[in-house]
């Protein structure tokens, strides 16, 4: 019998009987007959199993499962996973500082951090990795070669690299140091007819970004600021606690900004505002969107809640729950959602709901109609159980239908990236860059030359209505009438770039960026492109 289907049969035993606890006592008799019954599957597989059994891949494989029961969020890291449990924490690991990306069984630097070991060493997005200390990794993918890039600090290795422009392969001896991304990766002001306004962009609430984003802070009041967008855009969470400093410069002292609720009535807890605010009068905007979850969802709701902020963009994700660790045996963490949090007006904004799964195993989300109404600081309506509604709607996606979305996925503006950098070793700095008429001429026929073809939605729904045409067996002249709107439709790949050349220019000059410019000429390229960010620069 498989050992996967068999941990599987005992845990689902297990998951049903303490579901069905009902005191204390019955809880405790309940889960050791459960331990008794897996580990006697453990047993009787040891004794009769025809093979040697992985004990520690079993045991993975059974406490992955059960916590997939559960929500995505509660999550086991053994031993071995010290190092991703440590990044989780504090942003932290040990390595070389880049992104990979792997297209036809061939991977490349996708990105590579600015003044990290990569860059330092003078590695660049666009190189193929071929080797690491000589050994060939022909047929390895993103992940393993990652893997393999990660290690102790101080140790060093020799990177090998293919580059386009390059007749011989490159080979670096690159140093791992430990790499810390900035949680503040863009903080400028920008000059508008009402005066200064600071930018800031925060990525997520690791150890220690609070400090980070106070620094900023006063850098950009240091630089006339006169009001703030705070840009959460994107920003998945992190530490709670790291979200009531940052909304300490912001609101009065002993401000109530979250509380959470949970089975263990003594764990409850109620954040508050602990410093005197610096900026308590500076006019605030935030920014976000479907991927701000979390504790970016905790400072923007509380600012909303509170009347204290004007929320931009769309509605945020809707991670109401709570996660605290707990340390396993054997060097293991567990990470638990152990409450759910509440917003100042009352409202949680816990969008899924876990505890109720279809029977394909799908999410239910909840439901408009079961949602409820609460009041901001002045008595605006708000509500729960959705994540957060902005106080002003603007979408700014590509639509996973249109011809940008396919290039994206077919990695064609990162491809011709590396093309165009090797023959122009240089371009204008990134608040000057622009992807011209000729740029985009040499994009076109880069992807004619890659055989790049899109299939268009309507193409699609053509081909749809010509099948079910010949199914119905209808007339042949109007069939033909049908098929003499091929002709007109065509694979009009010139004619789609030029329609959406907005967005082109858009993601192609970002790739560009980020091969000169690396991370920061992309964000600054992308500025001018930001229908959110002018949104909030112009409102009244």
């Keep these: 019998m498989n050992i996967k289907i068999t941990t599987r049969v005992a845990l689902l035993a297990l998951v049903a009987m303490l579901s069905t606890a009902v005191s204390a006592q019955q809880k405790t008799t309940r889960i050791k007959e459960a331990i008794?019954?897996?580990?006697?599957?453990?047993?009787?597989?040891?004794?009769?199993?025809?093979?040697?059994?992985?004990?520690?891949?079993?045991?993975?494989?059974?406490?992955?499962?059960?916590?997939?029961?559960?929500?995505?969020?509660?999550?086991?890291?053994?031993?071995?996973?010290?190092?991703?449990?440590?990044?989780?924490?504090?942003?932290?690991?040990?390595?070389?500082?880049?992104?990979?990306?792997?297209?036809?069984?061939?991977?490349?630097?996708?990105?590579?951090?600015?003044?990290?070991?990569?860059?330092?060493?003078g590695v660049r997005a666009g190189d193929k990795i071929v080797a690491i200390d000589g050994k060939s990794v022909k047929g390895q993918n993103a992940s393993e070669i990652n893997k393999q890039l990660r290690g102790v600090?101080?140790?060093?290795?020799?990177?090998?690299?293919e580059r386009l422009g390059e007749k011989k392969p490159l080979t670096f001896s690159i140093t791992r140091d430990e790499i810390k991304m900035p949680t503040v990766p863009l903080a400028i002001t920008i000059p508008t007819d009402k005066g200064k306004v600071g930018y800031l962009v925060f990525s997520e609430f690791t150890l220690g970004s609070a400090e980070e984003f106070a620094q900023a802070l006063y850098k950009l009041r240091n630089e006339g600021m006169e009001s703030l967008v705070i840009d959460l855009r994107g920003n998945g969470g992190g530490i709670v606690e790291e979200a009531v400093k940052i909304l300490g410069h912001f609101l009065p002292q002993s401000t109530t900004v979250a509380q959470t609720k949970g089975k263990d009535v003594k764990r409850n807890k109620t954040y508050r505002t602990h410093t005197a605010p610096d900026f308590e009068d500076l006019p605030l905007t935030i920014l976000v969107d479907n991927n701000t979850a979390s504790a970016s969802e905790i400072v923007a709701g509380a600012l909303q809640d509170l009347d204290r902020a004007t929320l931009i963009g769309s509605h945020t994700f809707g991670k109401g729950l709570v996660q605290s660790t707990r340390s396993i045996e054997h060097g293991g963490n567990l990470k638990v959602t152990t409450a759910k949090y509440y917003l100042p007006s009352g409202r949680c904004i816990q969008a899924f709901d876990y505890s109720k799964r279809r029977e394909d195993g799908n999410i239910r989300r909840v439901p408009d109609s079961l949602t409820h109404e609460f009041r901001t600081a002045k008595g605006r309506i708000v509500r729960d159980g959705g994540g957060i509604k902005p106080d002003i709607e603007v979408e700014d996606t590509i639509t996973r239908f249109s011809i940008c979305y396919s290039l994206y996925q077919q990695n064609m503006f990162f491809r011709f990236s590396n093309v165009y950098h090797a023959a122009?070793?240089?371009?204008?700095?990134?608040a000057e860059f622009e992807v011209d008429q000729a740029i985009i001429d040499e994009f076109e026929a880069f992807l004619k030359e890659q055989g790049f073809s899109y299939d268009s939605e309507t193409a699609k729904c053509y081909r749809l209505l010509l099948q079910c045409a010949e199914i119905d067996d209808i007339a042949p002249e109007t069939l033909e009438k049908i098929k003499e709107l091929e002709k007109a439709m065509g694979n009009d790949?010139?004619?789609?770039?030029?329609?959406?050349?907005?967005?082109?220019r858009q993601l192609l000059g970002a790739a560009l960026m980020q091969h000169y410019y690396k991370e920061y000429g992309r964000s600054i390229y992308m500025l001018k492109f930001d229908r959110v960010l002018k949104k909030a620069l112009n409102k009244e």
């Design 36 to 121: 008794d019954i897996y580990v006697d599957v453990l047993r009787q597989l040891d004794i009769n199993y025809v093979d040697t059994i992985d004990y520690e891949s079993v045991n993975e494989d059974a406490i992955n499962y059960l916590l997939y029961q559960l929500d995505p969020y509660t999550s086991y890291y053994s031993s071995k996973d010290e190092d991703q449990f440590k990044y989780l924490r504090t942003g932290k690991y040990s390595g070389i500082g880049s992104r990979l990306l792997t297209i036809d069984s061939a991977t490349y630097i996708e990105e590579v951090f600015d003044a990290m070991p990569a860059d330092k060493a």
């Design 153 to 161: 600090a101080g140790t060093t290795f020799k990177l090998t690299v």
């Design 424 to 430: 122009h070793p240089k371009v204008a700095p990134a």
């Design 493 to 504: 790949l010139n004619g789609a770039l030029r329609r959406q050349n907005y967005d082109i």
